[in-house]
């Protein structure tokens, strides 16, 4: 794998303002993410887990722009993504997709799947003529999976596999170098999860993708990805390569996160390390390492100051204040 | 649900059916008004032609079937080319106003922000004027005439639209196939148009519908007034408005004059129920809470 | 285990009769659970696992829904023939059922106690302030700090996995015999799902209850339950205990299902995803309904439909071609030990 960096996170942050009063004045934030940094290599996988309410969404909405940074750099292919005005945020749009958990609410219910697919073509002038865009969609469609006869149908004549296929046919048709794929199978049964798990990992052989995987479901996150991206609150805490995040998880969060997966076998017995209590509020995040309250190690220091994110070692990154005492 | 299904619903539903044969009956008078009631000056047609200048109106008889009203205004004939007059009065005022209501409502919801608020305050400020005072007002200070009553009617009749829009376009903003038509690089037009409109309008489609028959009863309103169109016009309301002085009719025969007021009457409210029925089953057929 | 059993569901057939057709959501199904045991049911969405439960309850809407045959033997008394006024007696006292949205299953203008209370008043000859105690005693069962004040707070206040505690709190109250979990933990984080399980598991030894854990996680099965029962398309098609069903899978779907999960403690460079997708209930095929995603199906499979059969002690399965899959297990076993 070329070591070549597609896209640079650097303290990235997104606050949302929590407004009350008569005046809506903005009284506290929601720290949806709070300076997290990472980069995706090109052609790889990096999975982006944790738990909900850690901000993983915001994370890969706010890469795209869809949500607007509050603070940060987004470097895409040489471009800082955060400085582009409207019509070249729009042009670069082409090499970054996304396809959505629900594969019901993200597609218009009252445009054809011919439509749906033969938007981004129309948006970018991708095909010369009528003929042309058929031709594409086509041919897209058949790439995912999905017969020509479904052209003239609508979202709601299909099951949400199909669906599924459907918005990965759109977010294709642009020909992409990056997909975010925002839980792409956690809305879907377990028997078509493999399906499009397949679909994702076929069509990044194919068409060279780079994926950002963000998911809740670490079987799904370890299969497919290259390495992986723990977030806490708002906040990364480990990043590392796959088997080495899965062997040797350094950050205390991570190693009770694998331990809490029910595993699929009952002669299986894990060691697991049951968490105290719920994830706090971001509004309010606990002071110093964000996970203290609930960490089965926590020190003195933990509650005071915030411990540094580096590198522990062939970029094994992660935030812990045990790590740095070793 | 699709354009094609909605109206095979429509056709289906025996209410709206209903509905859709009184305005079609009356589409037909409206077409056909010439035919039906000749006028006697051609260049001038909407002018109620006057069988005398006796102030007490006169039954029906051969010649003016519906009778005449004060001032012997035939009402049959004023029936018939206010067909005219309610259709022309209803399809401009809620057509300019709904479109008005649209762009401030999707514009207003769609960039929110200092946008939503300004556009929502002005919307604020239109809503707290008594609508009938407001139009009375205003037609007052444009003068007495049909095309000023209409004016009067979409300055005050925007409103519910746009909060309405607002409140559909406020929700359909959020939904994921907004924002993957964002991710592709739509351009805000082209989501407006393709994404959002297409979603919301339903809602003020029926809206609109309802709001036809309402509109020609507040026309009617003014004219009953005498803000509304000029003396002899060939209008409901003012139809409605001569008879003002005979709805008791003498001592001892309290009906004398019914036709003044039944003629007229009937006429505004089969018109105003007609698209209320359809407005109806417009809803039921799009809730989707109530398809099951 | 104790042979008595504690609820016997025989041949149950609920559909339900819509505008479109006639769904036969639950189709002919028969199992047991055992006073103490936990009985997995798992299946996909639409398999007719929460039916099942529902019609144990008998919370089936009707119409469009019906018990059309089928006998739920519990405690002598047949539930399908009892009145309604017989199950209210039922429900929640002898037989509790906790759902996936704990949101949506607590009424939300009302505090936490008073929901816990309710069930107790109904069910148990205690005045209001020892029926409050009660509730106080259940919260810190399940484990919420500060039961005291909890128990005056509204479910808005609670997170999700706190409200999952005060519904088990709430089913516990009046201690059942059954417990029906339908998806207990689906709407929660994997380190509270942790939580949850492990506090059903301890409360189920603490109760002396049997548990009917109804989900689509194969892990989530794999952990709790003693003996398990895999729907597809409203049938059984496979019944046995944990451990056979996971190390000798003899249905075709229940094969292909562990092959198409990733499983965190082996890697596959390929998932074996099953074909198509899950049958319109509106639409099932003819014969064996899984036919049209097998790959061992035959012209038999797709007209005649196999009836579940005990084909090893205690392990029933509704297939025409055990033999072919065991064929197939031992070819893959073959390739794994050439690499």
Redesign the interface.
């Known amino acids: 794998m070329t070591e070549e960096r597609l896209l640079e996170i650097k303290n990235l942050k997104k606050y949302f303002p929590v407004k009350a009063g008569v005046f809506r004045r903005t009284v506290a934030h929601v720290k949806a993410v709070d300076d997290i940094s990472f980069h995706i290599n090109k052609g790889e996988t990096l999975g982006l887990v944790g ?2 309410g850690c901000g993983k969404s915001t994370a890969g ?1 706010t890469i ?1 722009r ?1 949500l607007e940074a509050t603070e940060g750099e987004i470097t895409f292919e040489g471009h800082n993504l955060l400085e582009l005005d409207k019509r070249e ?6 090499e ?3 396809i ?1 958990q ?1 594969p019901y ?7 054809t799947v011919a439509d749906i697919v033969g ?2 073509i129309d ?2 002038g991708l095909a010369a003529n009528k003929k042309e865009r058929n031709e594409r969609v086509t041919e897209i469609l058949d790439t995912v999976g999905l017969g020509t006869e479904y052209m003239k149908r ?1 979202p709601h004549e299909f ?1 949400g ?2 669906r599924q296929r459907i ?1 990965v046919a ?1 977010a294709l048709a ?1 020909d992409p170098s990056l997909i975010i794929a925002d839980e792409p199978v956690s809305a879907l ?7 499009v ?2 679909l994702l ?1 076929d069509l990044q052989k194919d068409f060279s993708l780079t994926y950002l995987f963000i998911a ?1 479901d ?3 996150v ?3 990805s290259d390495r992986v991206a723990v977030m806490y609150l708002g906040k990364l805490v480990e990043v590392a390569d796959k088997q080495k995040l ?1 062997d040797d998880p350094k950050h205390p969060y991570t190693q ?13 017995k894990s060691d ?1 390390i ?2 105290e ?3 706090p509020s971001p509004v309010n995040p606990p002071s110093g390492c964000r996970f203290h309250p609930r960490c089965p190690y926590a020190m003195e220091i933990c509650s005071e100051v915030e411990p540094e994110y580096k590198d522990y070692g062939e970029g094994h990154y992660a935030a812990c204040h045990l790590l740095e005492q070793e | 649900m699709e354009w094609q299904e909605v109206l095979i619903n429509l056709l289906r539903n025996k209410i709206s059916l209903l509905g859709i044969f009184i305005i079609l009956f009356f589409v037909i008078i409206a077409v056909f008004a010439p035919w039906i009631a000749p006028p006697a000056s051609p260049r001038d047609p909407y002018m109620i032609p006057r069988a005398g200048w006796s102030p007490q109106p006169k039954p029906p008889n051969e010649e003016h079937i519906f009778g005449t009203s004060e001032n012997q205004y035939d009402i049959f004939y004023g029936i018939i080319w206010g067909t005219r007059t309610a259709f022309r009065v209803g399809l401009i005022v809620v057509g300019i106003s709904t479109f008005i209501g649209i762009t401030i409502g999707t514009i207003s919801a769609f960039y929110g922000g200092m946008v939503d608020e300004v556009m929502m305050r002005v919307t604020d400020i239109f809503l707290s004027m008594p609508f009938l005072v407001a139009a009375i007002v205003l037609t007052t200070i444009l003068g007495k005439g049909l095309d000023n009553v209409m004016i009067a009617l979409v300055t005050f009749g925007w409103m519910s639209t746009a909060r309405l829009m607002r409140s559909q376009v406020l929700e359909i903003k959020t939904e994921e196939f907004v924002e993957a038509a964002e991710a592709l690089g739509a351009s805000d037009m082209r989501i407006i148009m393709r994404h959002v409109l297409l979603n919301t309008i339903f809602p003020v489609v029926i809206n609109a519908s309802m709001r036809m028959g309402s509109i020609v009863i507040t026309a009617s309103s003014l004219s009953f007034l005498g803000v509304g169109a000029p003396t002899g016009y060939a209008d409901w309301g003012q139809m409605i408005s001569f008879s003002r002085n005979w709805i008791l009719g003498t001592q001892g025969n309290a009906l004398q004059f019914w036709y003044t007021v039944v003629f007229p009457g009937v006429a505004i409210t089969l018109f105003c129920l007609s698209w209320n029925l359809v407005g109806d089953a417009f809803r039921d057929i799009l809730d989707p809470k109530l398809q099951n | 285990m104790s042979k008595e059993k504690l609820i016997d569901v025989k041949n149950l057939a609920t559909y339900f009769h819509t505008e479109e057709g006639t769904v036969k959501a639950v189709d002919g199904v028969s199992f047991e659970i055992y006073p103490g045991e936990t009985l997995g049911v798992v299946g996909e969405s639409g398999c007719g696992k929460s039916v099942t439960s529902l019609s144990i309850m008998r919370l089936i809407e009707s119409p469009p829904g019906k018990i059309e045959t089928g006998e739920i033997i519990f405690d002598n008394k047949d539930l399908t023939k009892s009145t309604q006024k017989e199950m209210r007696k039922i429900r929640g006292n002898d037989i509790s059922m906790i759902f996936q949205e704990p949101m949506t299953s607590l009424n939300p203008v009302y505090t936490v106690g008073d929901q816990i209370m309710e069930a107790i008043l109904i069910h148990k000859d205690v005045n209001k302030k020892q029926a409050r105690q009660e509730s106080i005693d259940m919260l810190t069962k399940v484990g919420i700090p500060l039961p005291e004040q909890r128990v005056d707070e509204y479910p808005h206040q609670l997170s999700g996995g706190m409200r999952q505690r005060v519904m088990i709190a709430m089913a516990l109250s009046c201690d059942p015999q059954l417990l029906i979990a339908d998806e207990p933990t689906t709407a929660l984080d994997v380190t509270i799902q942790a939580q949850i399980l492990e506090l059903m598991n301890g409360l189920k030894d603490q109760f002396g209850m049997a548990i009917m854990m109804i989900t689509h996680d194969l892990g989530v099965i794999a952990e709790v339950s003693d003996r398990v029962a895999v729907m597809y398309a409203g049938k059984i098609v496979e019944y046995t205990d944990v451990e056979t069903l996971y190390a000798n899978p003899k249905h075709p779907y229940t094969w292909g299902l562990m092959h198409s999960i990733p499983h965190i403690e082996k890697d596959v460079d390929r998932l074996q995803a099953i074909p198509g997708s899950v049958p319109n209930p509106l639409d099932f095929p003819q014969g064996c309904k899984y036919n049209t995603r097998c790959p061992f199906a035959t012209d038999k499979c797709r007209e005649v439909e196999p009836e579940i059969e005990e084909i090893e002690e205690s392990h029933q399965v509704a297939c025409w071609h055990v033999d072919k899959l065991e064929e197939a297990k031992a070819k893959e076993k073959k390739e794994k030990e050439k690499e």
């Open positions: 738990e909900s909405r795209l869809l945020l729009r042009e670069m749009r082409k970054m997709q996304i959505f629900d609410a993200s597609l218009n219910p009252r445009m938007e981004p948006i970018h609508y099951s596999g199909q918005g759109r642009v049964d377990v028997s078509i999860q493999a399906q798990i397949n990992q809740h670490l079987s799904v370890k299969h497919i899965f009770s996160l694998l331990s809490a997966i029910p595993v699929a076998d009952p002669t299986y697991r049951i968490l209590g719920d994830v």
